[in-house]
């Protein structure tokens, strides 16, 4: 039902998704799993086609379409493969945001490679003891000449074993509480950035969760993406039309997983007939 309100321009990016999962994502996602690999070449291919720019403005280069678009189009993709469906959208709605709040002077410098997926982008909330708790971050923003130092720890983000680029939330006064949280970009080529190994996870290895390290790392000025104040409700913001696209996403992994089963109790023979027949 939700594709009525689409329009026909919409309807077009659904069904583009739709087969690009089913050439690109369906036939790989199952040997992912087994190398434990995240695979960028295939992020890669989907930016080539757009599949990072729907929300996206279209005076940054993007095609300006809806949330219902967006949540749609990842609904198809993670019929194929859940994990590679949350990267993705992890990494388009790193560049919107980017796009959006960023300095026209580092936007200009680094967005074109994150639409182009040379630089792959995460959000940076999550860390190592805290997690829905947002507003206990541990990581320290500290004012400095020109800038910000940072110091601490993200994990459990989604896309960091490779990401360039992270939208990430720091406390610059503790007694400030959400009120002192300010959001930067960080880029993981800058000093004082260090990866962590992806995690060994149970399933879902595409998702490339792991975390980083800030050791005295220098955030200018203008990396300030959200300043305290306003920071911590854009995030929440984030957090909760996340709450819907991933509920969709689930609802496609659910469909799949239903048509796998009704074919194979159509295929299976028990006493003579189809398993469905009985």
Not at 173 to 200: L, S, T, W
């Amino acid at each position: 039902m939700l594709d009525e309100i689409l329009t026909p321009e919409e309807r077009s990016v659904v069904a583009r998704a739709r087969d690009f999962a089913e050439e690109h994502v369906a036939p790989h996602a199952a040997q992912w799993e087994w190398d434990r690999r995240y695979p960028l070449e295939t992020i890669k291919a989907a930016c080539a086609i757009g599949l990072n720019t729907i929300e996206l403005a279209k005076v940054h280069g993007g095609q300006g379409l809806s949330f219902s678009c967006k949540l749609r189009t990842f609904e198809e993709i993670a019929k194929a493969d859940f994990a590679f469906a949350f990267a993705l959208i992890n990494h388009h709605n790193a560049c919107a945001r980017f796009a959006r709040d960023g300095q026209p002077g580092q936007v200009a410098r680094l967005l074109p490679r994150m639409i182009a997926g040379d630089v792959i982008g995460c959000a940076g909330l999550s860390e190592p003891g805290v997690g829905s708790d947002f507003g206990a971050l541990e990581m320290r923003a500290e004012r400095v000449e020109g800038g910000w130092k940072l110091n601490g720890a993200k994990a459990w983000i989604t896309n960091a074993a490779v990401a360039g680029l992270s939208v990430a939330y720091a406390q610059t006064d503790k007694a400030q509480g959400y009120r002192g949280i300010v959001c930067f970009a960080i880029e993981a080529e800058r000093p004082g950035f260090h990866r962590e190994p992806p995690f060994a996870l149970h399933g879902g290895h595409a998702i490339g969760v792991g975390g980083f390290r800030l050791v005295d790392y220098f955030a200018p000025d203008e990396t300030v993406l959200q300043p305290p104040g306003q920071a911590f409700k854009s995030a929440l913001a984030g957090i909760n039309g996340a709450r819907a696209y991933v509920a969709a996403m689930c609802c496609g992994m659910l469909q799949a997983s239903l048509e796998t089963a009704v074919r194979y109790t159509q295929q299976r023979q028990t006493f003579g007939q189809p398993v469905i027949a009985h």
